[in-house]
C-alpha cells in the first residue's frame, strides 16, 4: 500500500463534459466532477460505469473508474504522489538510493516531470500515464495522438545524445497488467521515438499499481513491469 487516501466516495458516470469535466450522479443527483486527465479515456467514461471520488468540500474529483473489482488510477497528480512515495521508501529497484531533486525542470523547450539524483549522475525523469487495456493483461500509452509526450520524449532523446542522463516511467495504472507496450494503433510515432530513445541510452521502464476501493488506497503491484517496444 504506497498511499492511503481520504473522503472517497462512489458515483456513476453520465457523460464527459469537457477535457477537465465529467457529469455524474452523486446522491442521487447529477453534478459536476472534475478529472485531471485529458486522455480520452473512452474505455472508462461511459454512462453507468462505477468511479470512485475525492469528495472535498462540496466538491468531487474522479480518481479512479471501476475495473476488474478495483479501480483504474486515472488521476495524474495521485499517479506522481504514488511514483514519489515508492522512490522515498526505495520500492522501485531500479531506483534504489535515488532521491527527487526537483519537481517539474525545465529541459529544453519542455517542462518534465522531475530532476532525481542516483549516485553521482543527474537524471530527467517524465512520468506517462498508461490507463488503457490492451487486452486483459496489456497496458498501453496513449489512448489518443500525443504531440505533448512526443515532445517530451525528443528532448530526452536530444539531451542523452549530448551526454546527459534521462527516464521515462509508464504508469501502468490498471489491476491485473503484466505488460506495457506503446499503443501503434493512434500513434505509431511514440513507439519509434521510443525504440530510438533506448538505442540513444534514455531508460525505459515501467511500473504497475491500482487503486483499491476497500481500503481506499493506491496500491504497488509490480515495480518493474515488463515492456514490449
Known sequence: MLLKLQDITECIVIKRVNRFIVSVV???REVEAFINNTGRLTDYIV???KAYCLSKLGRLRIIAFEDAGYGVLVDTYFQMKAFEKAVGLNLIPWL????IVKRNPKLGGSTLDYLIKCGDNLVYVELKSAVMRGNRFLAMYP????IRGRRHITELINYCKRGGRGLIVFIAALPY???FKPNDKVDPLIRKLLKKAVEVGVAVKAISMYFNPILQSIVLDNPDLR???
Open 227 to 229: 515492456i514490449i517496444i
Open 96 to 99: 534504489k538510493k535515488c532521491f
Open 143 to 146: 489512448d489518443c495522438l500525443s
Open 47 to 49: 454512462k453507468g460505469r
Open 177 to 179: 497488467v503484466k505488460a
Open 26 to 28: 452523486f446522491n442521487e
